[in-house]
């Protein structure tokens, strides 16, 4: 069944980007890794008073090192030294995901370079041309063109499920992400746990029905242990 939250969520697509970059590299000397993060707001959104949104970083978190790519960056500098990463905010491919060109604005992202490609998106993504005859085929094919334009020659991929359960984009990104061989990682669980949301935090219920800390924290925990269950192998 369609999770309610994805329903109703009111954390509209547009706009999310105008207070930052939409591609960035966080760079680090002698790094060990080098990690790219595509996704939408529950990995970054910049400051937007209109809904009380009033920090740039994960969306609910309580400060950006509390936001599931910090705390991934944090796990895996334990682990194996130094992480250079870079964020891209790629909401507009939600948007136009059938318009392949709109890939062409995130190559910074894609001369990054990275060893790991996490990829956590999707909530924003059009649901009448998704729902349309043919409309998860196109989704599913869009999704797989989207990540080969990031993807390298030594890269592994990490894909993520929705953090609010939507089955109509859910099945392709699983169904990608199993074809072609990258790690799954579903956690639709955490969006329908109370604990793992910022209800109550926000006065704007889209916000606050984003990950908070221990959502966050949950999620970058999967992330590192689908990681270090690679490289440690």
């Known amino acids: 069944m369609d999770n309610e939250d994805f329903e109703k969520n009111s954390v509209k697509a547009e706009g999310q980007s105008d207070t930052f970059r939409i591609v960035e590299v966080f760079p680090k000397q002698d790094a060990a890794l080098k990690v790219l993060f595509v996704g939408n707001s529950i990995t970054r959104h910049g400051v937007k008073e209109g809904i009380g949104w009033l920090r740039d970083c994960g969306m609910a978190a309580s400060c950006k090192e509390k936001d599931y790519v910090h705390l991934t960056v944090q796990g895996l ?38 060893d790991i490609i996490v990829v956590r ?18 989704y599913a094919r869009s999704f797989a063109k989207m990540i080969e334009y990031f993807k ?77 269950a690679d490289k440690d192998a």
């Open 77 to 114: 500098e334990k682990k194996y030294g130094p992480v250079a990463y870079c964020i891209v905010h790629a909401v507009d491919w939600e948007r136009r995901f059938d318009d392949f060109s709109v890939l062409e604005q995130y190559g910074e992202g894609k001369r990054f370079d990275a």
């Open 121 to 138: 998106i999707g909530e924003n993504s059009d649901r009448e041309k998704a729902s349309a005859a043919g409309g998860e085929k196109l």
């Open 152 to 228: 390298n020659d030594h890269c592994r991929v990490y894909v993520a499920s929705l953090f609010w359960r939507y089955e109509t984009f859910d099945a392709p990104i699983r169904a990608v992400a199993e074809q072609s061989g990258y790690r799954y990682i579903p956690i639709g669980d955490l969006g329908d746990r109370a604990d793992c949301k910022a209800l109550g935090e926000f006065w704007h219920d889209g916000v606050a029905k984003h990950p908070n800390d221990r959502g966050m924290f949950c999620i970058a925990e999967r992330i590192v242990h689908a990681v270090a």
